[in-house]
T-cell receptor, first 118, second 112 residues
């Protein structure tokens, strides 16, 4: 149980184009999903908190117009990197919190999406 | 602000115990977590501990929490080659919000 998938797992795009990454909770419902970014050999940096049916909450320094988040259902959140540039190349990981869990607030992570912008 | 520190690297021999340490600064942390990340993959939740607990054991894993010193450790007994990965500690200051602050990560290398 508690499986989170991401699609695609790996994408290469050209500068100036937009890329959409999907995050799905496969066997549970998630009112809250999180998007992280991880640079090589570094820790995860929280980008934004995605709330079902409402606007995402972005962390300081993250451009909301560049990283568009949509959480239209209890099992799907999408992150769109608009007008991508090489510096956006990174490993993007999502997580989801099962609304049925206890107060520990366990987050279940997707396998990640590696984005390379050329 | 929140700051979570870990040592970068640990090497142990197969069969020995591994101890991965973590220090944090936010005294209002509610839950503390340990995650495992294998190369090119997402994070796997290993275990967590509530801040009013001192210790939690789950099979080969033992978590120790010293709240006074804001020190968290993960002990892996009988370490196996499959345990080689990066281990992240993380804290949240309120379980319902679930916003996690991750440590810098410790790369565990298990040698034969």
């Amino acid at each position: 149980g508690a499986v989170v998938s991401q699609h695609p797992s790996w994408v290469i795009c050209k500068s100036g184009t937009s890329v959409k990454i999907e995050c799905r909770s496969l066997d549970f419902q998630a009112t809250t999903m999180f998007w992280y970014r991880q640079f090589p050999k570094q820790s995860l940096m929280l980008m934004a908190t995605s709330n079902e049916g409402s606007k995402a909450t972005y962390e300081q320094g993250v451009e909301k117009d560049k990283f568009l988040i949509n959480h239209a259902s209890l099992t799907l959140s999408t992150l769109t990197v608009t007008s991508a540039h090489p510096e956006d190349s990174s490993f993007y990981i999502c997580s989801a919190r099962d609304i049925g869990t206890s107060g520990a607030g366990e987050q279940y992570f997707g396998p990640g999406t590696r984005l390379t912008v050329t | 602000g929140e700051d979570v520190e870990q040592s970068l690297f640990l090497s142990v021999r197969e069969g020995d115990s591994s101890v991965i340490n973590c220090t944090y600064t936010d005294s209002s942390s509610t839950y503390l977590y340990w995650y495992k990340q294998e190369p090119g993959a997402g994070l796997q939740l290993l275990t967590y501990i509530f801040s009013n607990m001192d210790m939690k054991q789950d099979q080969r894993l033992t978590v120790l929490l010293n709240k006074k010193d804001k020190h968290l450790s993960l002990r892996i007994a009988d370490t196996q080659t499959g345990d080689s990965a990066i281990y992240f500690c993380a804290e949240s200051y309120t379980g319902t919000a679930s916003k996690l602050t991750f440590g810098t990560g410790t790369r565990l290398q298990v040698t034969l």
